[in-house]
């Protein structure tokens, strides 16, 4: 089974859940609220106040994206839990469906952008969980560019620096075959120097 740098890892996925864009409408504390939720293994009552969000804004990819984050966390603790896959899969791929729209309308939206490069981030993750290489790249890539996109865009939209670190960070431990096709197309990965001294797996 592949080792992951842990503290990297839940870093990223919950980081990334916690900091709102300066100009979405969802409530912060909302937010917050949510993910202690979920840190503490109260995942109904996460996925309710999620849900919550989504009903209240139906047409931002935030909730959306904070949901199948709930269901990401969930699959990490038991990847033998393969409805809960399903279910993450599922909110991820409308919460592309809802941020691609709000791109139509406005394909200067970097908020919409951030969640869909995050929405693809997380799913790239999930393949390599599920040694889905093929799919595991396409969608970090695709997650990759996006967020390139925003900083060149606004290069003090921090949050995507972050998901690029992460990103780099898991190209760096994708095996041999997927790591020469990345490397010709021009994906380099980093040394796992980022875990450190910790003595986590």
């Known amino acids: 089974?592949?080792?992951?740098?842990?503290?990297?890892?839940?870093?990223?996925?919950?980081?990334?859940?916690?900091?709102?864009?300066?100009?979405?409408?969802?409530d912060e504390e909302d937010i917050q609220r949510g993910v202690n939720l979920t840190l503490n293994m109260r995942f109904e009552k996460a996925i309710a106040l999620f849900d919550s969000i989504i009903q209240e804004y139906p047409q931002d990819p935030a909730g959306y994206f904070l949901k199948s984050a709930v269901y990401f966390w969930m699959y990490t603790q038991d990847v033998r839990m393969a409805d809960v896959g399903t279910l993450f899969e599922t909110i991820s791929k409308t919460g592309i469906e809802v941020a691609e729209n709000r791109l139509d309308e406005n394909e200067n939206d970097l908020d919409a952008k951030f969640y869909l490069g995050a929405i693809y981030g997380n799913l790239g993750r999930y393949y390599i969980m599920n040694s889905s290489w093929i799919k595991a790249y396409w969608y970090g890539s695709e997650g990759k560019d996006l967020l390139k996109e925003i900083i060149e865009s606004n290069p003090e939209y921090y949050n995507a620096y972050l998901g690029l670190g992460i990103y780099h960070y898991y190209a760096?431990?994708?095996?041999?075959v997927i790591k020469v096709l990345s490397y010709i197309l021009g994906i380099?990965?980093?040394?796992?120097?980022?875990?450190?001294?910790?003595?986590?797996?």
Do not use: E
């Open 172 to 176: 760096d431990i994708l095996p041999g």
């Open 1 to 26: 089974m592949m080792k992951f740098c842990k503290p990297l890892f839940y870093l990223f996925l919950f980081t990334l859940a916690a900091i709102q864009p300066a100009r979405a409408a969802v």
């Open 188 to 201: 380099k990965g980093i040394s796992r120097k980022a875990c450190g001294n910790s003595g986590l797996p």
